[in-house]
Structure formats: structure tokens, C-alpha cells
């Protein structure tokens, strides 16, 4: 029996299962601010925020690192300037079809109507495509910058090249929609670094070109510049010595295409042995619609015979339809028979049917008869035979159609591609035969003025980089990164379900918290246990006197020790408390109770022989499976060898029989259980048992585990007298500061992760 005498315990105490523990102050979460908003809308408790944020802080700081890392990392920008000057339009002297004179003088529509134009996609398309953008290199790298250049530009170790590594060009031969949708993305890349800076009070207007690249820059800015000239004189018909220079330009690279178009086309039509026709149509194409014609016929002919077919299979062995009698030995022989029959009734008024001339005509009426029967076959036979051969002549025909069918398919299939080339080298031929017509015309209306836009100075590869400011970037990136860091943390917060204060257990489980047991950082448990000043071990001692206060008996005198899952730190748990009893001079049984996955006997350093699963089967005694261990006052009883089913085992009426006898002969029991969740082991143990104690471990177990593991330790009407909070961290949790941390500053106990 205990030697602790037993202590009244106030009814209301009682009621209230409350703890022995050492008085602590009330931990301050998010949620106990959200209670407080409810009961004063008004209140905002900025310890609770700042503790979260303490318990957070370095995902507060890895997030201001990422987004400080990231301002660093952006690339650094050039700018390139192209200046060109926009004079008003005059009135025209020689007119060109095309060309609409407009009055001179200033015009502020006309100026923001060029400084639009300048920045419109149409230009920004133009320029990709005379600078080739689109699938190129230097295309793929604007597109994604590599980390190595971004560090490069950052260290300002040497500014990037065109000719570096980059992406392959896509292949030629990129389906439509794709060369689009490329075109598009390099008109957005040249609008996206294009400003327009007109200069106040003057005809000229900047065009800056901002890019990562030095020499790309100072080419698109030349580019908008060029482009945006051509683009005006396309609009005039080029009337100008630089349109007629642009259109030969344009003459000579359509030149090249049709060449290449009907090139294409002619060695098509090789390959494949396409010859182009007036009509259009093939040979095998007419061959098709000759042998369809006639299918048709052959149809409409074994259509016929089998109906003739049928009719004399309908017939049978009697007479042919009427027109299959048509046939003159036929007719001849029925009208034989019919005269020999009228021959054969006369002469039977007057003889005998066996007279001799009597039974001579009886026999040439009977051979008679069988000639007939021998011509229906014959035309019977005829019947057959031409209905078989209609149906092979339709069978073949169909074969042969086909097959013809295929060849016709092949061949439009071949022609599909040739058409696509015809109809290309014909636009390239109608495009050149346009355009040499208005090169034509331009030559003729030599007397147009020059053109109304020039280019001033065109743009040079910048020598410094335009942006960014570091200084600004680090401003931004650290308070962004902090104000991204602040929501992640309480976004966090609010996501966790996990069971990490006393409060939290009280609030879902409704069970008092009879003990907290600090995190451990570097020692093992044995070595924190050795210091009787460290927090681990005065957690211990006080969860051992909350347990005598915990039912008006004292300590149970058969305790389970279970969690509602593994690795919560039951063993460690039930081997201390086994020790600490031991410490009051109680005899103790510890046994190892999980017959699944042991692991007391292992931490203990013995061996794991005869045990519980052995005495529950009838192979051994409880003297047998009881082992001393280095404190005389401390027996065990490991869990054996694994049993095949030790739910069985646990149901049987053994184990009742081996508390009792051990509640008897021992002062205390502790039993290192299975967890709850997923196995029956845990129930059946806790309804055997005078009393459990569920382990939580702090930041693990999930509200919603440890809820399921009470309902069914309830199910089985276990004696649930309390909780225990294993691994919490109060510093760094954020949560204030306990009894145990107190012990912690004088005692220089370093934490420790509870198996």
C-alpha cells in the first residue's frame, strides 16, 4: 500500500479534476484573444499577438530573407535613348494616290496622336519582326533570366551579352498559332521597356528602351525609331527617297520568297508526281466514278437474279414461275406429255391399264416426264448460276472500288500540301506583282516632299546601368519580406490544429492537465533525470503528486499510460513514474503492455525474454515473466515474444487475473500501453485498469486524434483521471512562462525531445 497518507480532497476540487501542478499564468494565443474580443469587442490584446509573433519569428524571418533576397536579385536595367523629331505636315505639291495633304501649322491632336502611334502594338510587332524576335536567343533570355546572371549584374562583375548561351530558336516548322502567339509575346516584350518622353515646348520626343541587356536595348530604341518612319511612309505610299528605299528592301526579301515559294512547289510536285491539270481532277479520281457507275449496275443486276433465284427456291420441285417458261424444248415436252396423257384416257375407256399397248404408253408418258423434270433442272441450274456470278461480278467491283477508294485518298491527301503551296507561291506572286506596281508609282511621284519625321541622334549602348536603386530595394524588400513574414505567421497560427498549451487541452478534451514535461534539446532523458534540480525532473515530481490528488483514493493503483498515437512519450513517462514511486518507498510493477511495438525493454537496456504475451498465453508463470531490475523496489514485466493476435490474448481472462494478483502484491502498477487509435489493445487495457492517464505531446497531437482516442477509451468505460503535456517548448512557443522554465534558469537544464 502507499505510504503517502491519503489527503481529503475538497468537493469542489473534485469536481473540477484539478491539477497538482505548480501555479502558472495563463497562456495568451489567438484564440484566447478571439474569446476576449467576444465577451469586449473593443479589447485588442497586443502581448498575444506579439508572443505569436515571437513563437513565429523565423518564418517571419525566413520570409523577409526570401523577399530581401529576391530585391537583391533583381537585374539591373539599361536604358537607351533615340531622339526624333515630329514636324507637322505640309501641303502636298505633287499628289499620289494614297497620300492626304494636311494643313500645317501646330496641332496638339497630331503630335499625341504620333506619340500613341509610337507606342502602339502594331509598331511594337513591326519591330519584332525586323529584329527577328520572336523564338530567338536573346528573345528566350529576357524571357527567363538565369540566377547566375542576376548575381553577375548584382556584383556588376560584367554586363550581359547578346551572344551568351540561351534557349534554342523553336523549330521553322512551328505550327501557326504558335508563331502568333511568339509574335505577341516579343511585341510585349518590346512595349514593355518602351517609354515615350516627348521634350516640353519642341518637336522631339525621347524614345527610351529600357532593358538588361545594354546592346539590346540601343537596337530596339533604333528599331522603334526606324519603324516608326517606315511605318508613316507606309501610310503615305513612301512618296520619299527612304520610302523608295524601303520598298526596294521589301521588293528584294518578297523576291526571295517567291522564289522559295514556287521553288517549294515544283519540287513538291516531283516528289510526289503531282501533275497539275485544268479541271483539277485525277485520274484515278475518274476511275472512281467510272467503277462506281458501275457498281451500281452489277447491284441492280444480282438484285434481279436473286429475285429469280428466290422465286424458283419458293417453287420447290413443282412448276417454274411463268417467265422461267418460256424455254421452247420445255414447252415442247409439256405438250408431248399432255397429248400422250389424253392419248392414255381415251384408250383406258377401252382397255385395261395392264394391256400391253396400255402399259407402253404408261411408259412414254413416265420417260416423258422425266425429260421434263431434267429441263426444270437445267433452268433451275441457270437460275443459280447467274445469280452467283452477278453476285462475284458485284463483290469484285466492290474490292476494286476500294481500293481505288484508298488511291483517290493518298493522292488528295498528297494534293492537300501541293494546294497549300500553290495557293502560297500565288500570294507571294500577287504580293510581288502589288507591290513592284506601287514602287512604280512612287518613282513616278519623284516631286513628294521628304518625309516629315528624322531622327536626331540615334541610340548608343548605355555605359551605365538606369536601375535599380540598391538602396531603395533594400528599404522595400525588408519591409514587404516582414509584412509577408507578419500574415504568413498568423495565417499559420490560425491553421494549426494541433494541441499545444494546458488550455488547449483543457478547452477540446475537457481533461485536467496534470502535468507538463518540457522539450529537451540535447540530453537524453537518464541524464536530465540524474539532475534532481532540472525542470524535467521537478515536471516529473509534480505530475507524481498531481497523480496522489487525482481521486479521492490517491493514485490509482493500477495505472495505464497510453497516448492517442505513437512516439508521444508513453515509456518514457511510465518508466519515470515507475522510478519516482519507487523514490517514496513503493514497491512498483512496470509492464510493458504494447504487444505490437515494444520498446520499454529496449530503453531499459534488458532483454526482451519471457514476458507478458507468454503469461497471457499459459506458457509461464507471473513469477516467470517478472524481471528485477537495478532498484530492488522496481519490478518488470517486459511484453514477450509478438504474439500473432494480441487483441485475443488481452480479452482473455489472464490479464484481469494478473492485475489483481500484482494489485495485491504491489503497492503500484504502471502499464505501458499501446496508443488508441487503430488498435483495440489500448481499450481493453484502460477498462482493466483503475485509472489512465493520456499523454499529449505538445505541437503533435492533433485536437481531432486526441478527441477520437477519448471517445473511445469512454466506449469502453475507462477511468480517464487526466492529461499529460509532454514536449512543451514556453519559450519558444510563445505561450509565457511556467513553473518549469523558472527551475530551467537556475538550474542550466538543457530540453530534451520524451520518446
Same mark, same amino acid.
Given at each position: 500500500?502507499?505510504?503517502?497518507?491519503?489527503?481529503?480532497?475538497?468537493?469542489?476540487?473534485?469536481?473540477?479534476?484539478?491539477?497538482?501542478?505548480?501555479?502558472?499564468?495563463?497562456?495568451?494565443?489567438?484564440?484566447?484573444?478571439?474569446?476576449?474580443?467576444?465577451?469586449?469587442?473593443?479589447?485588442?490584446?497586443?502581448?498575444?499577438?506579439?508572443?505569436?509573433?515571437?513563437?513565429?519569428?523565423?518564418?517571419?524571418?525566413?520570409?523577409?530573407?526570401?523577399?530581401?533576397?529576391?530585391?537583391?536579385?533583381?537585374?539591373?536595367?539599361?536604358?537607351?535613348?533615340?531622339?526624333?523629331?515630329?514636324?507637322?505636315?505640309?501641303?502636298?505639291?505633287?499628289?499620289?494616290?494614297?497620300?492626304?495633304?494636311?494643313?500645317?501649322?501646330?496641332?496638339?491632336?497630331?503630335?499625341?496622336?504620333?506619340?500613341?502611334?509610337?507606342?502602339?502594338?502594331?509598331?511594337?510587332?513591326?519591330?519584332?519582326?525586323?529584329?527577328?524576335?520572336?523564338?530567338?536567343?536573346?528573345?528566350?533570355?529576357?524571357?527567363?533570366?538565369?540566377?547566375?546572371?542576376?548575381?553577375?549584374?548584382?556584383?556588376?562583375?560584367?554586363?550581359?551579352?547578346?551572344?551568351?548561351?540561351?534557349?534554342?530558336?523553336?523549330?521553322?516548322?512551328?505550327?501557326?498559332?504558335?508563331?502568333?502567339?511568339?509574335?505577341?509575346?516579343?511585341?510585349?516584350?518590346?512595349?514593355?521597356?518602351?517609354?515615350?518622353?516627348?521634350?516640353?515646348?519642341?518637336?522631339?520626343?525621347?524614345?527610351?528602351?529600357?532593358?538588361?541587356?545594354?546592346?539590346?536595348?540601343?537596337?530596339?530604341?533604333?528599331?522603334?525609331?526606324?519603324?516608326?518612319?517606315?511605318?508613316?511612309?507606309?501610310?503615305?505610299?513612301?512618296?520619299?527617297?527612304?520610302?523608295?528605299?524601303?520598298?526596294?528592301?521589301?521588293?528584294?526579301?518578297?523576291?526571295?520568297?517567291?522564289?522559295?515559294?514556287?521553288?517549294?512547289?515544283?519540287?513538291?510536285?516531283?516528289?510526289?508526281?503531282?501533275?497539275?491539270?485544268?479541271?483539277?481532277?485525277?485520274?484515278?479520281?475518274?476511275?472512281?466514278? /467510272?467503277? =462506281?457507275?458501275? *457498281?451500281?449496275? @452489277?447491284?441492280? #443486276? $444480282?438484285?434481279?437474279?436473286?429475285?429469280?433465284?428466290?422465286? +424458283? !427456291?419458293?417453287?420447290?420441285?413443282?412448276?417454274?414461275?411463268?417467265?422461267?417458261?418460256?424455254?421452247?424444248?420445255?414447252?415442247?415436252?409439256?405438250?408431248?406429255?399432255?397429248?400422250?396423257?389424253?392419248?392414255?384416257?381415251?384408250?383406258?375407256?377401252?382397255?385395261?391399264?395392264?394391256?400391253?399397248?396400255?402399259?407402253?404408253?404408261?411408259?412414254?408418258?413416265?420417260?416423258?416426264?422425266?425429260?421434263?423434270?431434267?429441263?426444270?433442272?437445267?433452268?433451275?441450274?441457270?437460275?443459280?448460276?447467274?445469280?452467283?456470278?452477278?453476285?462475284?461480278?458485284?463483290?469484285?467491283?466492290?474490292?476494286?472500288?476500294?481500293?481505288?477508294?484508298?488511291?483517290?485518298?493518298?493522292?488528295?491527301?498528297?494534293?492537300?500540301?501541293?494546294?497549300?503551296?500553290?495557293?502560297?507561291? /500565288?500570294? =507571294?506572286?500577287? *504580293?510581288?506583282? @502589288?507591290?513592284? #506596281? $506601287?514602287?512604280?508609282?512612287?518613282?513616278?511621284?519623284?516631286? +513628294? !516632299?521628304?518625309?516629315?519625321?528624322?531622327?536626331?541622334?540615334?541610340?548608343?549602348?548605355?555605359?551605365?546601368?538606369?536601375?535599380?536603386?540598391?538602396?531603395?530595394?533594400?528599404?522595400?524588400?525588408?519591409?514587404?519580406?516582414?509584412?509577408?513574414?507578419?500574415?504568413?505567421?498568423?495565417?499559420?497560427?490560425?491553421?494549426?490544429?494541433?494541441?499545444?498549451?494546458?488550455?488547449?487541452?483543457?478547452?477540446?478534451?475537457?481533461?485536467?492537465?496534470?502535468?507538463?514535461?518540457?522539450?529537451?534539446?540535447?540530453?537524453?532523458?537518464?541524464?536530465?533525470?540524474?539532475?534532481?534540480?532540472?525542470?524535467?525532473?521537478?515536471?516529473?515530481?509534480?505530475?507524481?503528486?498531481?497523480?496522489?490528488?487525482?481521486?479521492?483514493?490517491?493514485?490509482?493503483?493500477?495505472?495505464?499510460?497510453?497516448?492517442?498515437?505513437?512516439?508521444?512519450?508513453?515509456?518514457?513517462?511510465?518508466?519515470?513514474?515507475?522510478?519516482?514511486?519507487?523514490?517514496?518507498?513503493?514497491?512498483?510493477?512496470?509492464?510493458?503492455?504494447?504487444?505490437?511495438?515494444?520498446?520499454?525493454?529496449?530503453?531499459?537496456?534488458?532483454?526482451?525474454?519471457?514476458?507478458?504475451?507468454?503469461?497471457?498465453?499459459?506458457?509461464?508463470?507471473?513469477?516467470?515473466?517478472?524481471?528485477?531490475?537495478?532498484?530492488?523496489?522496481?519490478?518488470?514485466?517486459?511484453?514477450?515474444?509478438?504474439?500473432?493476435?494480441?487483441?485475443?490474448?488481452?480479452?482473455?481472462?489472464?490479464?484481469?487475473?494478473?492485475?489483481?494478483?500484482?494489485?495485491?502484491?504491489?503497492?503500484?502498477?504502471?502499464?505501458?500501453?499501446?496508443?488508441?487509435?487503430?488498435?483495440?489493445?489500448?481499450?481493453?487495457?484502460?477498462?482493466?485498469?483503475?485509472?489512465?492517464?493520456?499523454?499529449?505531446?505538445?505541437?503533435?497531437?492533433?485536437?481531432?486524434?486526441?478527441?477520437?482516442?477519448?471517445?473511445?477509451?469512454?466506449?469502453?468505460?475507462?477511468?480517464?483521471?487526466?492529461?499529460?503535456?509532454?514536449?512543451?517548448?514556453?519559450?519558444?512557443?510563445?505561450?509565457?512562462?511556467?513553473?518549469?522554465?523558472?527551475?530551467?534558469?537556475?538550474?542550466?537544464?538543457?530540453?530534451?525531445?520524451?520518446?
Amino acid at each position: 500500500m502507499s505510504n503517502v497518507p491519503h489527503l481529503p480532497v475538497p468537493e469542489v476540487l473534485a469536481e473540477k479534476r484539478i491539477t497538482a501542478a505548480p501555479h502558472r499564468p495563463q497562456a495568451l494565443t489567438t484564440k484566447h484573444v478571439e474569446e476576449r474580443k467576444a465577451e469586449d469587442p473593443s479589447v485588442i490584446d497586443l502581448r498575444a499577438y506579439w508572443l505569436v509573433l515571437l513563437k513565429r519569428r523565423f518564418q517571419i524571418l525566413g520570409a523577409a530573407a526570401a523577399v530581401l533576397a529576391v530585391a537583391l536579385l533583381t537585374p539591373s536595367t539599361y536604358r537607351a535613348t533615340a531622339i526624333l523629331q515630329i514636324d507637322t505636315e505640309q501641303m502636298q505639291i505633287v499628289q499620289v494616290q494614297g497620300i492626304t495633304p494636311v494643313q500645317g501649322g501646330y496641332d496638339i491632336d497630331y503630335y499625341n496622336t504620333q506619340y500613341e502611334l509610337l507606342k502602339s502594338r502594331a509598331l511594337a510587332e513591326r519591330v519584332a519582326e525586323d529584329l527577328n524576335l520572336a523564338g530567338s536567343d536573346i528573345f528566350q533570355r529576357l524571357q527567363v533570366a538565369p540566377l547566375s546572371q542576376r548575381l553577375r549584374q548584382l556584383l556588376r562583375l560584367g554586363t550581359p551579352s547578346p551572344s551568351s548561351a540561351a534557349p534554342a530558336a523553336k523549330n521553322s516548322g512551328a505550327a501557326a498559332g504558335a508563331q502568333v502567339s511568339e509574335l505577341r509575346d516579343a511585341a510585349s516584350l518590346v512595349q514593355g521597356g518602351l517609354v515615350i518622353a516627348p521634350v516640353r515646348n519642341t518637336h522631339l520626343v525621347r524614345i527610351n528602351y529600357d532593358s538588361t541587356i545594354p546592346s539590346f536595348a540601343a537596337k530596339v530604341a533604333n528599331a522603334v525609331a526606324d519603324g516608326f518612319i517606315a511605318s508613316s511612309l507606309d501610310r503615305q505610299f513612301g512618296a520619299s527617297s527612304y520610302a523608295k528605299k524601303y520598298l526596294e528592301d521589301q521588293l528584294a526579301q518578297l523576291t526571295s520568297r517567291l522564289e522559295d515559294s514556287e521553288r517549294a512547289l515544283v519540287e513538291f510536285a516531283q516528289k510526289e508526281k503531282i501533275v497539275p491539270t485544268a479541271t483539277g481532277s485525277s485520274l484515278v479520281g475518274q476511275n472512281l466514278l /467510272d467503277l =462506281n457507275s458501275s *457498281l451500281a449496275k @452489277a447491284q441492280d #443486276q $444480282r438484285i434481279r437474279a436473286e429475285s429469280r433465284w428466290n422465286q +424458283v !427456291k419458293i417453287a420447290g420441285d413443282g412448276a417454274l414461275p411463268p417467265d422461267l417458261l418460256n424455254d421452247p424444248l420445255l414447252r415442247s415436252q409439256q405438250e408431248k406429255l399432255a397429248q400422250l396423257q389424253s392419248d392414255y384416257q381415251d384408250k383406258l375407256q377401252t382397255f385395261k391399264p395392264d394391256y400391253p399397248s396400255m402399259l407402253a404408253l404408261k411408259a412414254q408418258i413416265d420417260g416423258v416426264k422425266d425429260q421434263i423434270k431434267g429441263a426444270l433442272g437445267n433452268v433451275r441450274a441457270s437460275v443459280k448460276t447467274e445469280y452467283d456470278m452477278a453476285a462475284a461480278q458485284e463483290k469484285m467491283l466492290e474490292t476494286e472500288l476500294a481500293s481505288l477508294r484508298t488511291q483517290t485518298l493518298e493522292v488528295d491527301s498528297r494534293s492537300i500540301q501541293y494546294n497549300i503551296l500553290k495557293r502560297d507561291a /500565288d500570294t =507571294n506572286r500577287q *504580293l510581288y506583282n @502589288a507591290l513592284l #506596281q $506601287r514602287y512604280k508609282e512612287v518613282g513616278m511621284a519623284g516631286g +513628294v !516632299k521628304a518625309s516629315n519625321l528624322s531622327i536626331v541622334d540615334r541610340a548608343e549602348v548605355p555605359g551605365g546601368r538606369f536601375a535599380p536603386s540598391l538602396s531603395r530595394n533594400l528599404e522595400a524588400g525588408a519591409l514587404i519580406g516582414l509584412m509577408l513574414g507578419v500574415m504568413l505567421a498568423l495565417v499559420l497560427e490560425h491553421l494549426d490544429d494541433t494541441l499545444k498549451t494546458p488550455e488547449d487541452v483543457e478547452q477540446h478534451l475537457h481533461l485536467a492537465v496534470l502535468g507538463i514535461i518540457p522539450r529537451l534539446s540535447k540530453q537524453t532523458p537518464d541524464a536530465a533525470l540524474k539532475d534532481p534540480r532540472s525542470s524535467f525532473s521537478e515536471s516529473y515530481r509534480s505530475l507524481r503528486t498531481a497523480l496522489q490528488f487525482s481521486t479521492d483514493r490517491g493514485v490509482p493503483k493500477i495505472l495505464l499510460i497510453t497516448s492517442p498515437a505513437a512516439n508521444e512519450g508513453k515509456s518514457t513517462t511510465a518508466l519515470t513514474l515507475a522510478r519516482n514511486f519507487a523514490q517514496l518507498g513503493k514497491r512498483v510493477l512496470l509492464i510493458e503492455g504494447d504487444l505490437r511495438r515494444p520498446s520499454l525493454a529496449k530503453t531499459m537496456g534488458i532483454s526482451a525474454g519471457t514476458g507478458l504475451s507468454n503469461l497471457l498465453a499459459g506458457a509461464a508463470t507471473a513469477a516467470q515473466a517478472t524481471m528485477k531490475t537495478s532498484d530492488e523496489r522496481i519490478d518488470i514485466m517486459v511484453s514477450g515474444p509478438p504474439p500473432p493476435s494480441p487483441t485475443e490474448l488481452l480479452a482473455g481472462p489472464k490479464l484481469v487475473s494478473l492485475l489483481m494478483t500484482s494489485a495485491e502484491k504491489y503497492d503500484q502498477v504502471i502499464i505501458d500501453g499501446p496508443p488508441v487509435l487503430g488498435i483495440a489493445d489500448a481499450p481493453i487495457l484502460a477498462n482493466a485498469s483503475t485509472g489512465t492517464l493520456l499523454v499529449i505531446r505538445s505541437r503533435v497531437t492533433k485536437i481531432a486524434s486526441a478527441q477520437s482516442a477519448m471517445r473511445r477509451l469512454k466506449t469502453t468505460r475507462a477511468r480517464l483521471i487526466g492529461a499529460l503535456l509532454a514536449q512543451h517548448e514556453a519559450r519558444t512557443g510563445g505561450y509565457g512562462y511556467y513553473y518549469y522554465d523558472t527551475q530551467a534558469t537556475y538550474g542550466n537544464t538543457p530540453r530534451l525531445d520524451v520518446k
